[in-house]
């Protein structure tokens, strides 16, 4: 819209996409001049809707407002989308809810902040539409979703409680109703005459929520204005005598304390329904966690009324009828009004609303799936978790409800949502130690999680740090062999995996492989993890075949498992075969794996899923290696671009990601381009993992190929002396990466005319590579390639002759002869640049 609206728009127009918008209330009444100010007000793009400041305290009406005008002005729009704000940390899964609806992939494929970033992006481009309405619902402080309010063509709608949004944005205060507001509402809600509803509205401070409240109550038990009024006298006396707190408006007590009177005579067990639906958060309750998860309810009334279907479903109707709860029996949820919510806690003493709270505990703690790692499962935990936080899970000692607590971690980590997974993690931890102590089972087997999400979120040190104390104080309290144990020290090889500790990450995972074996079981998932992180280790450690040969018995074992493999575990393993497949010499066959893994991750986790894009690198690399430049090139700009914007630059796989992309960029002879993104990707390495790192001198070894391609082959051996010195004292000359960084570096002595050094080099390279590869291994065939053409500088001719020989049988037998590597050595006496692709840890 760009800041107009459109001047001809079809009556009646139903947007393209209407989401999560609460239904219409048909009593809605008056606010014409309110609407008209926010119709017009919406063409600076974003607008809040907050309460005046007299009545800043709730029920004046703000979110019935925004839903009146999503409804009234929704031909103006294509789409329409509704986002709960009062959580930030979730505010991005709401987002991601609209992803599918803007062809994006679902939240549930590739993670609730992917999705988001995705949605965020798609809106503020205007693509696939430019018409399009937000409201975020009662958010709080403005720069908690500053960051998640689009910019573009098309508006949005904020409700809030807090008056700080003045000044930021063009606000719209919410006062309560004018008199003759009041008079209209009760005059249709409860077909009272003018004069009883002017007096009805003069006593109940013309409080939209209040005056709802008692419209019902008339409607429902016929009671008089005059009786309504006295009662209302009476209880205004009673709740002042009781000094209740001063924070809530005494019109809406008083009408709610009658409405619940009212409710409590002719339906008991409605107010016990109620007053559980207090404690959980104010979103939507999904009426499943009661039929789900009744019979774990500890107190026998409750457990009664739960676990009977027709007193459950009377009990949520009479809620409704009373103007006490929104039922949107579309949804099939339950909504309470945060300032309802608040009221029915006020009433209860500490021991009530313990009590009370503790059965909201149990009940989501039942209604959650139990295998948060399974796709399957995702909706019914994002269903859940609006409410993890506001019912105070984190204060429950239950083992139960813990259990359910660290499922929802896992769920955040294995859906892709880290940021949110982080939160919710830090404050389990900061809590459970609280009030059991920091050497709790529970205690550490959360840090166990948040050590493993710090991880993904590429802090390496920070994760080793907090899994090394983690894992020496879960020994002591759990012992060695307790399966806790054993997980952490899983997610601990990987932590020296990351600090680059290759060889102890090895070791660690062959004992844990016999551990796990024996307490897990050889088919359990645990199992085949710890076997594929082995398979891992052996590719850092240069072991090719070893690792592919172990990362096929895992991916096959995964299939034949009787326990319910998670999908990311399946990518996860089916990648890693692909990658070792290509790192033994058959890029061919890794291009098929890899895309049938690839595939398999778009439809499982989604394309812009972390894991998924992992995928894709590797994918990259395989055409690149196969020679098919052109889909490596188009792979790589794709997946580095969604990193981007969804890692940031300075995530260890986005760095990855530009390493790769630089590579194809020189494969496909675009060096200024490439050399850029090469001398990046060394320093955000450095930054990542520390100048010793053997990724970091592998980087370092694809921009000396630059710097040589540049005309700068003094500077290019300088940067390969440099890393061929670091890799031999990580990793030994017979690593892989040592051997790729002295192919080039003899290639540097070439381009400085140096023939007899790059020739000495190349022999030394060569007899090392022969001693581990076979003859048809394309760094071998590499390294024979430079070293015919060194060979032959140096006057040699017949010896040159010999190795050419030899390398047309490599090429024949390996890659083929018609492989654009064997094509450039064979036919044009091209020399062979190796680079280097980090891969995961």
Same mark, same amino acid.
């Given at each position: 819209?760009?800041?107009?609206?459109?001047?001809?728009?079809?009556?009646?127009?139903?947007?393209?996409?209407?989401?999560?918008?609460?239904?219409?209330?048909?009593? %809605?009444?008056?606010?014409?001049?309110?609407?008209?100010?926010?119709?017009?007000?919406?063409?600076?793009?974003?607008?809040?809707?907050?309460?005046?400041?007299?009545?800043?305290?709730?029920?004046?009406?703000?979110?019935?407002?925004?839903?009146?005008?999503?409804?009234?002005?929704?031909?103006?729009?294509?789409?329409?989308?509704?986002?709960?704000?009062?959580?930030?940390?979730?505010?991005?899964?709401?987002?991601?809810? #609209?992803?599918?609806?803007?062809?994006?992939?679902?939240?549930?494929?590739?993670?609730?902040?992917?999705?988001?970033?995705?949605?965020?992006?798609?809106?503020?481009?205007?693509?696939?539409?430019?018409?399009?309405?937000?409201?975020?619902?009662?958010?709080?402080?403005?720069?908690?979703?500053?960051?998640?309010?689009?910019?573009?063509?098309?508006?949005?709608?904020? =409700?809030?409680?807090?008056?700080?949004?003045?000044?930021?944005?063009?606000?719209?205060?919410?006062?309560?109703?004018?008199?003759?507001?009041?008079?209209? %509402?009760?005059?249709?809600?409860?077909?009272?005459?003018?004069?009883?509803?002017?007096?009805?509205?003069?006593?109940?401070?013309?409080?939209?929520?209040?005056?709802?409240?008692?419209?019902?109550?008339?409607?429902?038990? &016929?009671? /008089?204005?005059?009786?309504?009024?006295?009662?209302?006298?009476? *209880?205004?006396?009673?709740?002042?005598?009781?000094?209740?707190?001063?924070?809530?408006?005494?019109?809406?007590?008083?009408?709610?304390?009658? /409405?619940?009177?009212?409710?409590?005579?002719?339906?008991?067990?409605?107010?016990?329904?109620?007053?559980?639906?207090?404690?959980?958060?104010?979103?939507?309750?999904?009426?499943?966690?009661?039929?789900?998860?009744?019979?774990?309810?500890?107190?026998?009334?409750?457990?009664?009324?739960?676990?009977?279907?027709?007193?459950?479903?009377?009990?949520?109707?009479?809620?409704?009828?009373?103007?006490?709860?929104?039922?949107?029996?579309?949804?099939? =949820?339950?909504?309470?009004?945060?300032?309802?919510?608040?009221?029915?806690?006020?009433?209860?003493?500490?021991?009530?609303?313990?009590?009370?709270?503790?059965?909201?505990?149990?009940?989501?703690?039942?209604?959650?799936?139990?295998?948060?790692?399974?796709?399957?499962?995702?909706?019914?935990?994002?269903?859940?978790?609006?409410?993890?936080?506001?019912?105070?899970?984190?204060?429950?000692?239950?083992?139960?409800?813990?259990?359910?607590?660290?499922?929802?971690?896992?769920?955040?980590?294995?859906?892709?949502?880290?940021?949110?997974?982080?939160?919710?993690?830090?404050?389990?931890?900061?809590?459970?130690?609280?009030?059991?102590?920091?050497?709790?089972?529970?205690?550490?087997?959360? *840090?166990?999680?948040?050590?493993?999400?710090?991880?993904?979120?590429?802090?390496?040190?920070?994760?080793?740090? $907090?899994?090394?104390?983690?894992?020496?104080?879960?020994?002591?309290?759990?012992?060695?062999?307790?399966?806790?144990?054993?997980?952490?020290?899983?997610?601990?090889?990987?932590?020296?995996?990351?600090?680059?500790?290759?060889?102890?990450?090895?070791?660690?995972?062959?004992?844990?492989?016999?551990?796990?074996?024996?307490? %897990?079981?050889? *088919?359990?998932?645990?199992?085949?993890?710890?076997?594929?992180?082995?398979?891992?280790?052996?590719?850092?450690?240069?072991?090719?075949?070893?690792?592919?040969?172990?990362?096929?018995?895992?991916?096959?074992?995964?299939?034949?498992?009787?326990?319910?493999?998670?999908?990311?575990?399946?990518?996860?393993?089916?990648?890693?075969?692909?990658?070792?497949?290509? $790192?033994?010499?058959?890029?061919?066959?890794?291009?098929?794996?890899?895309?049938?893994?690839?595939?398999?991750?778009?439809?499982?986790?989604?394309?812009?899923?972390?894991?998924?894009?992992? =995928?894709?690198?590797?994918?990259?690399?395989?055409?690149?290696?196969?020679?098919?430049?052109? &889909?490596?090139?188009?792979?790589?700009?794709?997946?580095?671009?969604?990193?981007?914007?969804?890692?940031?630059?300075?995530?260890?796989?986005?760095?990855?990601?530009?390493?790769? $992309?630089?590579?194809?960029?020189?494969?496909?002879?675009?060096?200024?381009?490439?050399?850029?993104?090469?001398? *990046?990707?060394?320093?955000?390495?450095?930054?990542?993992?520390?100048?010793?790192?053997?990724?970091?001198?592998?980087?370092?070894?694809?921009?000396?190929?630059?710097?040589?391609?540049?005309?700068?082959?003094?500077?290019?051996?300088?940067?390969?002396?440099?890393? $061929?010195?670091?890799?031999?004292?990580?990793?030994?000359?017979?690593?892989?990466?040592?051997?790729?960084?002295?192919?080039?570096?003899?290639?540097?002595?070439?381009?400085?005319?140096?023939?007899?050094?790059?020739?000495?080099?190349?022999?030394?390279?060569?007899?090392?590579?022969?001693?581990?590869?076979?003859?048809?291994?394309?760094?071998?065939?590499?390294?024979?390639?430079?070293?015919?053409?060194?060979?032959?500088?140096?006057?040699?001719?017949?010896?040159?002759?010999?190795?050419?020989?030899?390398?047309?049988? &490599?090429?024949?037998?390996?890659?083929?002869?018609?492989?654009?590597?064997?094509?450039?050595? #064979?036919?044009?006496?091209?020399?062979?640049?190796?680079?280097?692709?980090?891969?995961?840890?």
């Amino acid at each position: 819209m760009s800041g107009s609206r459109p001047e001809k728009v079809r009556a009646g127009r139903i947007p393209e996409i209407w989401g999560k918008i609460p239904p219409r209330n048909v009593n %809605f009444t008056g606010r014409s001049i309110l609407l008209e100010r926010l119709h017009a007000g919406l063409s600076t793009e974003v607008t809040a809707v907050v309460p005046h400041a007299l009545h800043g305290l709730g029920g004046v009406g703000k979110t019935q407002l925004a839903v009146e005008y999503a409804h009234r002005f929704r031909s103006e729009y294509d789409v329409v989308w509704w986002i709960p704000a009062d959580q930030p940390v979730l505010v991005k899964s709401s987002l991601a809810g #609209l992803a599918p609806h803007l062809g994006l992939q679902a939240a549930t494929r590739s993670g609730a902040e992917d999705a988001a970033d995705a949605v965020l992006d798609a809106l503020r481009r205007g693509e696939p539409y430019d018409r399009w309405l937000l409201v975020f619902d009662n958010a709080d402080q403005p720069e908690e979703i500053s960051d998640l309010i689009p910019r573009g063509p098309g508006q949005v709608i904020i =409700t809030s409680r807090n008056h700080r949004w003045q000044g930021i944005v063009d606000t719209v205060p919410v006062d309560v109703f004018r008199r003759e507001e009041s008079v209209e %509402f009760l005059s249709r809600r409860a077909s009272l005459s003018d004069s009883d509803a002017d007096r009805l509205a003069e006593q109940l401070g013309d409080l939209p929520l209040a005056l709802e409240q008692a419209g019902a109550l008339h409607v429902e038990t &016929g009671i /008089s204005v005059d009786d309504y009024l006295r009662l209302l006298k009476e *209880q205004t006396s009673a709740l002042l005598s009781e000094s209740k707190p001063s924070e809530y408006p005494m019109p809406m007590t008083a009408a709610w304390a009658l /409405s619940v009177g009212q409710l409590r005579s002719k339906l008991p067990e409605a107010v016990d329904v109620l007053r559980c639906c207090a404690f959980f958060g104010p979103e939507p309750i999904p009426r499943d966690v009661f039929r789900r998860a009744g019979h774990q309810a500890s107190d026998l009334r409750l457990s009664g009324i739960f676990g009977d279907t027709i007193l459950l479903t009377r009990a949520i109707r009479e809620l409704g009828r009373f103007a006490l709860a929104a039922i949107d029996s579309q949804a099939r =949820t339950i909504q309470v009004h945060r300032l309802v919510q608040a009221l029915l806690r006020d009433e209860l003493d500490e021991d009530e609303r313990s009590r009370y709270r503790h059965e909201v505990h149990l009940l989501l703690a039942g209604a959650a799936p139990r295998t948060p790692d399974e796709t399957a499962s995702w909706q019914r935990y994002n269903e859940l978790i609006a409410h993890i936080l506001p019912s105070q899970v984190e204060d429950c000692p239950d083992p139960a409800v813990r259990g359910m607590a660290r499922d929802v971690i896992y769920y955040l980590y294995r859906s892709g949502s880290y940021q949110s997974a982080r939160s919710f993690a830090e404050q389990f931890v900061r809590r459970w130690a609280e009030v059991s102590g920091p050497d709790h089972p529970d205690v550490l087997i959360a *840090q166990r999680h948040l050590g493993g999400i710090i991880r993904e979120l590429g802090e390496y040190r920070a994760a080793y740090d $907090l899994d090394s104390a983690t894992l020496t104080k879960m020994t002591e309290v759990l012992g060695p062999e307790h399966r806790e144990t054993l997980v952490l020290s899983s997610g601990f090889a990987a932590d020296l995996r990351a600090m680059g500790d290759w060889s102890a990450a090895q070791q660690l995972d062959e004992r844990l492989q016999s551990q796990h074996t024996t307490a %897990f079981g050889e *088919q359990a998932a645990a199992t085949l993890q710890i076997m594929n992180n082995l398979a891992i280790d052996y590719g850092l450690n240069g072991d090719y075949q070893a690792a592919r040969s172990l990362h096929d018995t895992v991916h096959r074992k995964q299939s034949e498992s009787e326990e319910r493999i998670g999908e990311a575990d399946v990518l996860n393993s089916w990648n890693g075969l692909a990658r070792a497949v290509r $790192l033994t010499g058959d890029s061919r066959e890794a291009v098929d794996l890899g895309e049938d893994a690839y595939a398999y991750g778009v439809q499982e986790l989604g394309a812009e899923h972390l894991w998924t894009l992992r =995928t894709a690198r590797d994918l990259s690399i395989a055409k690149r290696r196969a020679g098919d430049l052109d &889909g490596s090139l188009e792979l790589a700009k794709d997946v580095h671009s969604r990193l981007q914007r969804i890692m940031g630059d300075h995530h260890p796989e986005t760095v990855a990601a530009a390493s790769n $992309l630089s590579n194809v960029l020189r494969a496909t002879g675009d060096i200024a381009a490439a050399y850029a993104i090469a001398e *990046q990707a060394v320093a955000m390495y450095e930054a990542v993992y520390g100048e010793n790192h053997p990724y970091v001198y592998g980087c370092a070894t694809n921009l000396a190929i630059l710097q040589r391609l540049r005309g700068d082959p003094e500077a290019a051996r300088r940067s390969n002396e440099r890393a $061929l010195i670091g890799l031999d004292e990580r990793l030994g000359r017979d690593h892989h990466y040592a051997l790729t960084c002295a192919i080039n570096l003899a290639s540097d002595h070439a381009a400085l005319g140096e023939y007899e050094s790059a020739r000495q080099s190349g022999i030394e390279t060569m007899t090392r590579l022969r001693r581990i590869v076979t003859r048809e291994y394309p760094l071998l065939l590499a390294c024979l390639t430079n070293l015919v053409l060194d060979t032959r500088a140096s006057g040699r001719t017949e010896e040159a002759d010999a190795l050419h020989a030899e390398a047309q049988r &490599g090429y024949a037998e390996g890659m083929g002869t018609d492989h654009p590597d064997a094509r450039l050595a #064979l036919e044009q006496d091209a020399r062979m640049d190796c680079d280097f692709d980090p891969p995961p840890i």
